[in-house]
DNA sequence: CATTTAGTATACAGATCGGTATACTAAATG
DNA sequence: CATTTAGTATACCGATCTGTATACTAAATG
């Protein structure tokens, strides 16, 4: 039968984003995909020309939702700037409880897929990175925060290291430390 | 012909390493081992039952040059704490100008096998972590720096985000601002 | 001397991988 | 009405993967 193409390529992304978070991109096969959106491997590759082109569908997809998310996760504190960036780290360290949290896709698929020199995969997470890096500036400066630019960068590697240290250990502490870490180089910057 | 078995064990092992870490424990199988160590499959299969136990091996081994390099990147700068923390992200932003640079091969063998639980790999990889991080913390205390195991943990962070920045951005100037935030973070707890 | 150990060489089993071939159906579209 | 498009169903291709089977050699070892 024919359904809306829109809804068909819709339905496969969806399958292979949520496999492809779950077990790794490297780690999910085409056929596992086509079945779990319920579609032949036929149709699959009627809409992504291969499988390289999928996982960079994947990336692109989740652009939009993990930045909205990392930013409510901050602005829904109602407090300072401190307090609120202090939210950003322990919600990283609620995630990291469930053992469906995988850390940032973005990093996870570049790592996977490092072997090959894939430039289009790693300028998606490089996109992805920067987009929050700017929103973090941005941020920071209407909050009367000095050298906006520096301390967002700072705290984009506080939040990426405390995603790593939360995966191999496991331990909600390293998310408290990061939190601390945070709190204090914008303390170091208020005017 | 038949050599000392220790010296072939260390040759596989020599191989598995070197590939393992250039193209990943996913991406590497042990026919090329087998094919780098100029051993055959069978007797691979003779000194390691299966590959995670080889990848196990490879990691295991991993843990004192690593730490040692890692230190010794600390201690050969001949000045204060604050310079000395600086040094040891200044080399990691040296490093990541090469492509033979993956950053640490413990935090990227656990993003690869997430898919299993592999408690045997991220345990070795754990280990390694609170090494350097106990490390650092001893150093940091015999440097007058208050909370020394705060502070540690906070270095141990910042270490892996801007390893992680580091393999996505390929710019030197991530390493800078880790680098400043260490020196801060530090800087804010001597008495 | 007999046995165990370390090794070579080659082949293959069984599974999975990305991707394609063939043949067909049905809906939209000009 | 003819054509294109979206889709099913099934099977297959060639490659690669981990791991084992068979058969043999030579050195160490009790």
Known sequence: MRGKPEETKRRILTAASKLFYAKGVRAVGVDLIAAEAEVTKRTLYHHFDCKDTLVAAYL???????????????????????????????????????SRWHGCPFARAVSELREF??????????????SFEEWLSCHLSSNEVDEPELVARQLMILVDGAITQLLIHRDPSYAKAAACAAVALIRGRVT
Chains 1, 2 share one sequence.
């Open 60 to 98: 692109e997809a989740q652009n939009e939702p993990v930045l909205a998310a990392l930013i409510k996760s901050i602005t829904r504190v109602s407090g300072s700037i401190t307090d609120q960036i202090e939210g950003l780290f322990l919600t990283f360290g609620k995630q990291a409880e469930s």
């Open 117 to 130: 020199e894939n430039d289009a995969i790693s300028s998606i997470a490089a996109k992805h990175k920067r």
